[in-house]
């Protein structure tokens, strides 16, 4: 054979045994893209491992991959699922033993699963996913791997990569989906559990108001046994006041939420409830409303706790007040009581004295008229001698004097004579609870002596007091009236602090069952505000700690609760007040004393 003829011989043996590789090479590549196409699942990579390893003449192969949900994944050849490794020991097997764009050689190494190493391996990238992707392994015993062979490996990796990468990301993308599908489903099962679970009415409604769907708890809370009693109905169906509900969809369509919204709602039997709705609009691209979600509240029970807690705290209020009323009262009480105990205890105390002094008084008076008789019979025996006697020590004028002396005493003891009696009448500690036959004109009198000290500074009074029929009244609280009104009348006058003096008047008239009793001052009036205020228990026009608020209340209660009276005020500012007083003659039956 010659030279030419061997050559040629042995080209065609190559060119035989390239066809038979490339053969080989083209029907892994169409296998590997068949396999890839029809199985999505992971057993595909199962079995594109075992082909390659009966491809490539190899004694094992491997692929290490992440799997479409982003787990760590491994396939042996000769084993009959994917192997599951953790991310770890995964990148620890990969990392030393693979080289992104060329092939690597490496070993001895023995991958998960083996019992025993291989010396010679090579290893190629696969796909990219992200920073990480997948990578044939390819292990021999013996014959290192070629040129030629690593050439092939990396030509059908490159043949099936697009197919590969496409089929991951298709896998990437249907695991995503398939777990928003998962998380979407939890959040509707647990948003359908709120919503069914919740204590609150939470409902939606289209753009005109009608109701589209409805909780448990709407049913209950409006009395009704189906949904379908409640959706396809406008919602103002079940509003109380139409109106209400018109202004909260106003408030919804310019804000896009009404919040705590105060509405009264209609249940199936009738009754009435009282709830909070907070309610928000959904908008299209448009801006347009498309659906309109609520939450709404009974608070139907709190309104009725919160009514009770403000009845009671009004009635603890008015308890609380009266028993300050009752406590300032009973001080005022005490301190007339204890004017009047002690008006008693000076007229006792002036009276004593009083009687000895009025005795020898007029026992002196006596003597005197005496000893002038005497004078009469001496003159008549010894005219001239006597007379000389008294010209001498001007007896005439002494006489003359001794008469108006004794004149001016006598007035004088007159007059202390009443104020006692005025103190005395004044208090009548003898009389207590009970009603009795009074005298009101001596009582404005008693009174008078007792404010004579306010009074007499700054106003003179004037008394216009007509014949009166005695009245059955407890004249001590009375008097305690009286002393009121002219007491605030003095200090009225008196906060004028003006030059003049002021003038009290005092006036009595006598009517066909009552008597009329007017007092009054030209003080400074009071406005008509607060005139309507004088009788309310602590008000007062005076300065902090110059007046309790409690004398004219007390004293219209003993007028009108106590005797069945009137006491009115009319008053001008800048001109004055008058203060009138009606007291019955007699007593109605129903003002009893034990009712008092």
Not at 317 to 335: G, I, P, R, S, Y
């Amino acid at each position: 054979m010659s030279e030419g003829d061997r050559c040629r011989e042995i080209t065609e043996d190559d060119i035989e045994a390239e066809l038979e590789i490339r053969t080989r090479m083209l029907k892994l590549t169409a296998d590997l893209c068949s396999i890839y196409a029809k199985d999505i699942s992971e057993n595909a990579n199962v079995s594109a491992t075992n082909i390659i390893k009966r491809s490539f003449k190899a004694d094992a192969a491997a692929i290490f991959y992440v799997s479409g949900t982003m787990q760590y994944h491994y396939c042996l050849a000769g084993t009959d699922f994917p192997i599951a490794l953790t991310g770890e020991r995964w990148r620890a097997s990969v990392n030393d033993r693979a080289a992104d764009d060329e092939v690597f050689r490496f070993g001895p190494w023995a991958p998960p699963g083996m019992d025993s190493s291989l010396p010679l391996w090579i290893s190629y990238k696969l796909y990219t996913s992200n920073t990480e992707g997948g990578f044939i392994f390819l292990g021999r015993s013996k014959f290192d791997w070629s040129d030629e062979e690593q050439a092939d490996l990396v030509a059908v990796v490159k043949a099936i990569t697009p197919i590969i990468q496409v089929r991951f990301e298709r896998l990437r993308d249907e695991a995503i989906r398939i777990e928003a599908e998962k998380r979407l489903a939890k959040n509707e099962r647990r948003l359908r559990t709120f919503l069914e679970g919740s204590r609150d009415m939470i409902y939606t409604a289209n753009a005109q108001d009608v109701i589209t769907s409805v909780n448990a708890a709407g049913l209950t809370l409006l009395g009704y046994s189906s949904k379908s009693e409640l959706v396809g109905k406008p919602f103002s169906t079940f509003v109380v006041d139409a109106v209400d509900r018109s202004l909260q969809r106003k408030k919804v369509r310019e804000t896009g939420y009404a919040a705590d919204y105060e509405i009264s709602l209609k249940r199936a039997d009738g009754s009435r409830i009282f709830c909070l709705e907070t309610a928000y609009a959904i908008r299209n691209a448009a801006g347009n409303i498309v659906e309109l979600q609520g939450i709404v509240k009974d608070i139907t029970e709190r309104i009725a706790s919160e009514s009770a807690m403000w009845k009671m705290n009004i009635e603890l209020a008015d308890a609380n007040m009266e028993l300050k009323k009752t406590h300032a009262v009973m001080v005022q009480h005490e301190k007339m009581a204890s004017i009047g105990q002690l008006a008693a205890g000076v007229a006792h105390e002036i009276n004593n004295p009083l009687g000895f002094l009025k005795s020898n008084h007029e026992m002196l008076e006596s003597y005197i008229r005496t000893l002038g008789a005497l004078y009469a019979e001496i003159r008549a025996l010894v005219p001239d001698k006597l007379d000389e006697i008294a010209n001498r020590y001007d007896l005439a004028y002494i006489q003359s004097e001794i008469d108006a002396i004794f004149s001016e005493s006598d007035e004088g003891y007159a007059r202390i004579m009443r104020i006692v009696e005025n103190l005395k009448n004044f208090s009548r500690s003898d009389q207590g609870l009970k009603f009795e036959r009074y005298d009101v004109n001596a009582g404005i009198e008693s009174t008078l002596v007792v404010a004579r000290n306010e009074i007499k500074y700054v106003a003179d009074v004037q008394l216009k007091l007509g014949p009166l029929p005695r009245i059955m009244a407890r004249g001590n609280e009375i008097n305690q009236v009286f002393l009121n009104i002219l007491v605030n009348a003095a200090q009225a006058i008196a906060s004028q602090k003006r030059e003049t003096r002021g003038v009290i008047a005092i006036s009595t008239v006598a009517r066909a069952d009552s008597v009329l009793i007017t007092i009054k001052d030209n003080g400074p009036g009071i406005l008509p505000a607060i005139v309507n205020k004088v009788f309310d228990p602590f008000f007062t026009t005076k300065e902090p700690g110059k007046g309790t608020g409690l004398g004219l209340s007390i004293s219209y209660d003993i007028i009108t609760t106590k005797h069945g009276g009137v006491l009115s005020i009319d008053s001008t500012p800048g001109e004055g007040s008058v203060f009138s007083i009606v007291l019955p003659i007699e007593r109605e039956p129903d003002h009893s004393p034990e009712m008092d």
